[in-house]
């Protein structure tokens, strides 16, 4: 009778080659691996937040920290995120074209590089938060800015780890070895969560903004163990200007320009939330806690499985399986998409209740979050879609479309953040997210139609 290792390693060996079959099935598999272990790691992710609320509720103490955090969170996806889409097409193209040691070479310059441009821009923010903050946080008393501010310094670091950390994620992806890099994000919400047990009656707020410093720097650690087993190294200091790093350089800079954009509206979202009375930023951050459950790992499933294959393709010129791909998983995309957002906006209230109202946590919360959950739900399928045309032109290297698709995002967000939350408060602001990534949506999924009918046109 085969023992239970075999049994293990007979399943393996037949997902490997119903995987290996064809280009969509390994993009499926790829997907599947990503959104299991990713989905593993947001359940984790959602028991801090439960443990937050349980903890600290709505209270000014959590407003202190949630805008103390904005900054930090936005300067991660604004810069770590975009060195992850500049990376993976060089890298891919690189180790296809000249081998394993040039992609190696590649890693080490851009780890380098941005180590450098992470502390330096981690400098700046540092200095500038004073000033920044009495904007951000304008309906705060003097004795919550100040508590804002000592947070801001505690979780600061985190921009630098949370940078190496998407680095090291995106050559471990570029690789197809996608499990490790969706599961090591439970490591830091494992931490917050002991941290606020043990010692958020000695530490209260800092217990979180301390377990972010600590998760991060474990994460860091265990990624390194992770690329040294699959033999990448990396010199910290040799490097040279060759072709993949300038390619690297050049996607970077639209990438980072329109993750500008694109941040900047959670960035607005929260800002003009804290010009509303105390709590609306925690409500904010409820609902769009609950959102971002299913849609990241949605998201993370379907952006990190098809940009490794998008390059790939592409590096040959391989236009029509490039067609094929995003027509194939555009549909499937808002076929799964479309029937789940509607059952999340009808059941946002019972859900919010099931998951959130507790100890300090009330009635009244619960209706106000499940309305910002609703309206906010919205763009789940337009988001997930908009992964997938963004993650094509990242492989076109014609990031300068989703720049500008970012910057006009952010005009339609702050615009509608202004109208609606005059007539309906921090629903309102919910809702203009909706109206924007539609507009945003639209505006990609023109721009590539267009680039396949010039290519098209070429080819005849």
């Given at each position: 009778m085969p023992t239970l290792s075999k049994k293990i390693r007979s399943l393996l060996t037949a997902y490997s080659k119903w995987k290996g079959s064809s280009i969509n099935r390994n993009i499926l598999g790829a997907a599947v691996i990503v959104a299991v272990f990713t989905g593993i790691a947001k359940i984790v992710l959602f028991a801090k937040e439960l443990t937050i609320a349980w903890q600290f509720g709505t209270l000014d103490l959590l407003d202190a920290f949630l805008i103390a955090y904005v900054v930090p969170s936005f300067?991660?996806?604004?810069?770590?995120?975009?060195?992850?889409?500049?990376l993976i097409p060089a890298y891919v193209k690189a180790r296809e074209q000249?081998?394993?040691?040039?992609?190696?070479?590649?890693?080490?310059?851009?780890?380098?590089?941005?180590?450098?441009?992470?502390t330096v821009c981690t400098g700046l923010i540092v200095v500038s938060a004073p000033v920044y903050?009495?904007?951000l946080a304008s309906g705060f008393s003097q004795e919550k800015l100040r508590l804002t501010l000592n947070l801001f310094y505690v979780v600061s670091p985190v921009i630098i780890l949370s940078g190496i950390t998407t680095i090291r994620g995106a050559v471990l992806n570029a690789g197809e070895r996608f499990a490790?890099?969706?599961?090591?994000?439970v490591v830091t919400p494992l931490m917050t969560i002991a941290f606020i047990l043990i010692g958020a009656r000695a530490l209260n707020i800092y217990s979180i903004a301390l377990s972010l410093v600590f998760g991060q720097s474990t994460e860091v650690f265990l990624l390194g163990l992770a690329l040294k087993r699959h033999g990448v190294k990396r010199s910290p200091v040799r490097y040279s200007a060759d072709a993949n790093l300038r390619q690297v350089i050049r996607q970077f800079l639209p990438l980072v320009a329109g993750a500008f954009f694109m941040g900047s509206t959670q960035l607005v979202d929260q800002a003009m939330a804290a010009s509303l009375p105390a709590g609306n930023v925690a409500v904010l951050n409820y609902g769009n806690?609950?959102?971002?459950?299913?849609?990241h790992i949605a998201a993370t499933a379907i952006g990190t499985s098809v940009?490794?294959?998008?390059?790939?393709?592409l590096?040959?010129?391989?236009w029509r399986i490039a067609r094929q791909i995003l027509k194939r998983y555009l549909k499937l995309t808002f076929v799964i998409a479309v029937p789940a957002t509607l059952l999340l906006v009808h059941f946002s209230e019972p859900l919010v209740r099931l998951l959130l109202q507790r100890g300090a946590f009330n009635e009244q919360d619960t209706k106000?979050?499940?309305?910002?959950l609703a309206f906010g739900a919205l763009h789940i399928p337009l988001y997930l879609g908009g992964i997938l045309l963004v993650r094509l032109l990242s492989a076109l290297r014609a990031n300068h479309i989703i720049m500008w698709s970012a910057f006009l995002n952010m005009i339609v967000n702050i615009t509608g953040n202004y109208l609606l939350m005059k007539i309906y408060g921090v629903v309102g602001i919910s809702f203009s997210t909706s109206i924007a990534y539609f507009v945003s949506f639209s505006m990609l999924l023109i721009s590539v139609k267009i680039i396949f009918s010039r290519n098209r046109l070429n080819n005849d």
């Open positions: 300067a991660i996806n604004w810069i770590a995120e975009s060195i992850n889409a500049a000249e081998g394993q040691i040039s992609a190696n070479d590649l890693y080490g310059a851009v780890m380098t590089l941005g180590i450098v441009f992470l903050l009495r904007i490790v890099p969706a599961l090591i994000p806690k609950v959102i971002s459950f299913p849609l940009l490794p294959y998008f390059s790939s393709v590096a040959r010129n391989d106000i979050v499940a309305d910002v």
